[in-house]
């Protein structure tokens, strides 16, 4: 601080001294020198005092500015790395979401299969027990048709047998006929 003064006060000694040499040679007046050296000294001493006067504020004031700066950096470089943090644990964390997607899959593809299966074997089952039905009412209707056949050739063979009877039996065929089945049941009101 002292050298900036000091070199200023030499450089405008040195103007006042070179005032009358370029007044001399450069066709200026001995007033217009004098003038630009009290408005060169004026200036100079604003400068200085307005140096004095703002050295500590300003200094103060770029001190703060560069601690700010230096805090905002040391905060900026914090988040970046917790954002890189937070960024690797995001992508951890997406992979185990991604295996448990392939895990849940796995699970009700074999859930799918395993009641797929299920379902089949039921259709098996229903099929096997709907055939065994349809066989046995098979079985049945042809025990039926067979009973009904039978019925009817008994009464076919009643009917042919009572008319073959009847235009050959005679008077005596019917009271021996008659006797022997009187005989019979007599016998088995004795049994029993």
């Known amino acids: 601080m002292k050298k900036t003064v000091l070199v200023i006060s030499v450089l405008a000694l040195a103007l006042i001294a070179a005032g009358p040499a370029l007044a001399s040679e450069g066709g200026y007046s001995d007033a217009q020198i004098k003038d630009l050296l009290l408005r060169v000294m004026n200036f100079v001493a604003f400068f200085a005092i307005l140096f004095f006067l703002l050295r500590r504020p300003i200094g103060r004031f770029f001190l703060n500015r560069r601690e700010s700066i230096e805090r905002n950096l040391s905060y900026l470089e914090t988040q970046a790395r917790n954002l890189e943090e937070q960024t690797e644990i995001l992508n951890r964390e997406i992979a185990d979401i991604a295996s448990e997607r392939d895990a849940i899959l796995a699970q009700y593809e074999r859930l799918g299969k395993k009641e797929a299966d299920r379902i089949i074997a039921e259709a098996k089952a229903s099929a096997e027990a709907i055939i ?12 039926a048709a067979r009973q009904a056949l039978l019925r009817d050739v008994v009464k076919l063979s009643t009917q042919a047998a009572t008319e073959l009877i009847t235009g050959n039996i005679n008077t005596d065929d019917h009271k021996r ?4 089945f009187k005989d019979q049941v007599e016998k088995m009101k004795m049994a029993g």
């Open 132 to 143: 065994q039905k349809a066989q046995a009412a098979m079985d049945q209707e042809l025990k």
């Open 177 to 180: 006929l008659t006797a022997e």
